[in-house]
């Protein structure tokens, strides 16, 4: 099997959340099929993994390149199955596909975010994308996404459903805290983060009088990074909010032990979507931190006591409400352990790829 991406997944830039992702996948994968390799795109050269090891790397300059190297490697390897991440469509995306159904090759695509004609896309890769996508149907017969359609563009849809990788987590223990609130926002600052509705929620709380001591940490870097920025200067809020920038490892872990709440996507409805599964709500369940969430989460019932679910709109945060949220999910002895199970438990990368490891079985 070839888990095909085009994303540079060791670029220092790289985002995080992506990373993670795909890293874990893989690993979900890996568990059931005998061998697993991946492409990766750095430096205009595109290389084939197979774990930690490189076994290829070709020049490649366009993606018409790019498509017929992978068609080379999936006729070298004997490869049955692939999962791609979608690139978005055009003429060599088509070609590929086209190579994968004559070499008899089982595959399914996921897009990691659907619909999203709503993003900012470059008015050429969105006109072709939306030409050569209506051909996808003849070769591909099982779509990814994370929404509730049951079909796309005349193909199979099933949910996407973003996970963890439950191995790398253990149960952390929480303990209320009567002073300071510390809030966290892990992710790359798109527009779709939907931070400034928090921001505009702590300006409304002091200015009417609101006494506790909250500190919104904003992790993550992106273009909204100057708007959030400009809004705290605005508001005269430089004791509430704190820029950490991209943060992995050993220091992403320390802000998510010391963090009281989270905050999860609070402008989906910008992009006009209701129904998503980011990664990071599923690493907030894991390390048992209560969160607000913007949009339906289909990984949850809706009812959990552990998220607080508010309008997918413009309205700033009402923090008196998410204050008394807090409280009364910090008033719960063990809530932290519910969150734990309930991640490792249900929001797995086996659990998640279920269908489609079913499909390429």
Not at 103 to 132: F, H
Not at 210 to 229: A, H, M, Q, S, W
Not at 342 to 358: C, F, N, Q, R
Request: charged share 25%; proline share 3%.
């Amino acid at each position: 099997m070839i888990y095909i991406t085009y994303y540079n997944l060791y670029a220092p830039d790289a985002n995080i959340g992506i990373r993670k992702k795909i890293l874990g996948q893989i690993q979900a994968f890996r568990r059931v099929f005998e061998s697993v390799y991946y492409t990766c795109y750095m430096g205009q050269m595109m290389y084939l993994f197979e774990g930690e090891a490189q076994i290829e790397k070709e020049f490649a300059i366009t993606k018409k390149d790019c498509n017929e190297i992978m068609c080379i490697w999936l006729k070298k390897y004997k490869i049955k199955r692939t999962y791609i991440r979608y690139p978005f469509s055009d003429k060599w995306f088509i070609e590929l596909l086209k190579c994968q159904k004559e070499q008899g090759i089982k595959s399914a695509v996921e897009i990691p975010t659907y619909p999203y004609d709503g993003e900012r896309l470059d008015n050429r890769i969105q006109i072709e994308d939306m030409c050569y996508r209506k051909e996808m149907y003849k070769y591909i017969k099982l779509i990814a996404t994370n929404s509730n359609e049951r079909e796309i563009w005349g193909i199979k849809s099933v949910p996407m459903l973003n996970g963890i990788d439950a191995d790398h987590y253990k149960l952390y223990e929480r303990r209320p805290k009567k002073g300071k609130l510390v809030v966290i926002g892990v992710g790359s600052l798109m527009f779709w983060q939907g931070y400034e509705r928090l921001i505009q929620g702590l300006y409304h709380y002091y200015k009417e009088g609101g006494t506790r001591d909250i500190l919104f940490k904003v992790i993550g870097d992106g273009p909204e990074r100057e708007y959030y920025n400009s809004l705290v200067d605005k508001y005269n809020l430089q004791a509430h909010v704190e820029f950490c920038g991209r943060l992995d490892g050993s220091d992403l872990k320390r802000q998510y032990k010391q963090a009281d709440i989270a905050v999860s996507s609070l402008g989906c409805y910008k992009k006009g979507v209701h129904d998503i599964t980011p990664i990071k709500g599923a690493e907030y369940c894991v390390w048992g931190i209560p969160f607000l969430c913007g949009y339906h989460d289909m990984r949850f019932r809706g009812d959990e006591r552990f998220i607080l679910n508010v309008s997918n709109d413009s309205q700033p945060i009402d923090i008196e409400q998410m204050l008394s949220f807090y409280q009364q999910i910090s008033g719960n002895i063990g809530y932290w352990r519910e969150m734990y199970e309930y991640a490792i438990k249900y929001l797995s990368w086996d659990v998640a790829l279920k269908p489609v490891i079913e499909y390429l079985k």
